[in-house]
């Protein structure tokens, strides 16, 4: 049995070619704990190690769980976060919401950021990093809130953790900036099988736009927000326009939209008058 052949089970299992060898990659550098330039360098595998890979490599064919679960970890924005199906695994969009909330913070020296729904850990955990700035960071689930304080304490920061429904434990208290990728994924819409893995709180509505939470957000946000204070969101696809209404129906001001790699419309801020 060589690597190529454990790549062939995951194709045939209808896992896009490239998409296998990456995956076969990262089962390898995971439970070989060889480096990338281990495998590029055609380290050998001895029996035993391929073993592990292909049985690995068996469970993804079969049961279509995400690598990262299997792995039970995924890199974002450089770091490793832990994952476990309690928690959404870090999408590469989201970088690009951080790193649009990262340049507004620290462009308005931004002190006091409150991510909604924070999961893994991974937005609130990465602004911690980069920003002096403190952070708080809810989620409605007890066990996201484990893994989110795993990470955080795997990675140095220093993050209040609240468990709360949206604003629902969070007093009186106000922020810098509301940060969130919440749910947006209308109810009934069926996903892909990976995708089934994932926590359903984590990523359906319960309505048939998919822009409950936001519209709830932007609501209640203004008792929570600072003079001057800022929501910067993750948008659905085809979401943009909703949620854009709902800021100014909401009196907010500033309204941007940014777009990711795909061109779809994927970062939505804005500031309270
Ligand atoms: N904040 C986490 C992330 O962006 C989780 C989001 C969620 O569960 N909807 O990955």
């Known amino acids: 049995m060589n690597i190529q052949e454990i790549v062939s089970i995951l194709v045939s299992a209808g896992i896009e070619p490239n998409e296998s060898a990456k995956e076969v990659k990262m089962l390898i550098e995971h439970f070989c704990n060889y480096s990338t330039k281990d495998i590029i360098m055609g380290k050998p595998l001895d ?31 450089g770091n490793l976060y832990k994952v476990t199906p309690s928690v959404l695994i870090p999408r590469d969009e989201t970088e690009i919401v951080v790193s649009n909330a990262i340049n507004i913070i620290n462009k308005n020296s931004l002190k006091t950021i409150l991510d909604i729904g924070t999961g893994s850990g991974c937005i609130a955990c990465t602004v911690s990093e980069r920003c002096k700035c403190s952070v708080t960071a809810t989620d409605i689930s007890e066990k996201a809130l484990n893994i989110a304080k795993t990470n955080s304490e795997n990675l140095f920061q220093k993050i209040e953790f609240i468990q709360s429904d949206l604003f629902e434990k969070l007093d009186n208290k106000k922020y810098d900036m509301i940060i969130s990728n919440p749910p947006y994924i209308p ?7 990976e995708v089934q893995f994932e926590p359903k709180t984590a990523l359906y509505t319960n309505d048939s736009t998919g822009c409950e939470f936001y519209e709830k957000i932007i609501e ?52 309270i008058s």
């Open 47 to 77: 029996y035993e190690k391929l073993k592990v890979v292909k049985q690995k490599a068996e469970l993804r064919a079969k049961t279509r769980q995400p690598i990262q679960y299997i792995i039970g970890s995924a890199y974002f924005m």
């Open 187 to 193: 109810k009934g819409t069926t996903l892909q099988k």
């Open 220 to 271: 209640q946000g203004k008792n929570h927000l600072n003079k001057n204070g800022f929501i910067v969101f993750e948008l659905g696809i085809n979401e943009s326009e909703q949620v854009k209404l709902s800021f100014e129906k909401n009196g907010y001001i500033n309204i941007l939209i940014e777009k990711d790699l795909a061109g779809i419309d994927r970062v939505i801020s804005a500031q």
